[in-house]
């Protein structure tokens, strides 16, 4: 089992700038690939970033050179670095965490573990 607890949302201005954490706590290797989905009202779950226990990261295209998701394996966190943030990057953003992508990658996503969320608000 493993627990997941976002931190780091709220409410910024365009061109503004947040960091989101999220802390797992539980198995190790059941966290090894670990990633930021978001989903905004009306909208599809979609995958931001993700980043498995080696540091090979991928990106959604539209936040690429924005965002920069990294891990710290001794304590067990997650963090997506957001910059230059827009108005449509506004959203419920969610840590999830699994063995592996494949869960993740499915279409919805069905990783196995997931946060409670962590609102991100970007005004124009």
């Known amino acids: 089992q493993v627990q997941l607890v976002e931190s780091g949302g709220g409410s910024v201005q365009a061109g503004g700038s947040l960091r989101l954490s999220c802390v797992a706590s539980?198995?190790?290797?059941?966290?090894?690939?670990m990633a930021w989905f978001r989903q905004a009202p009306g909208k599809k779950r979609e995958h931001v970033a993700s980043?498995?226990?080696?540091?090979?990261?991928t990106y959604l295209d539209v936040v690429k050179g924005r965002f920069t998701v990294s891990r710290d394996n001794d304590k067990n966190t997650l963090y997506l670095q957001m910059n230059s943030l827009k108005p449509e990057d506004s959203a419920m953003y969610y840590c999830?965490?699994?063995?592996?992508?494949?869960?993740?990658?499915?279409?919805?996503?069905?990783?196995?573990?997931w946060g409670q969320g962590t609102q991100v608000t970007v005004s124009s």
């Open positions: 999830a965490a699994d063995r592996s992508d494949v869960l993740c990658n499915a279409n919805p996503p069905v990783c196995n573990y």
């Open positions: 539980g198995n190790r290797y059941a966290s090894a690939y």
């Open positions: 980043i498995d226990l080696y540091g090979t990261s």
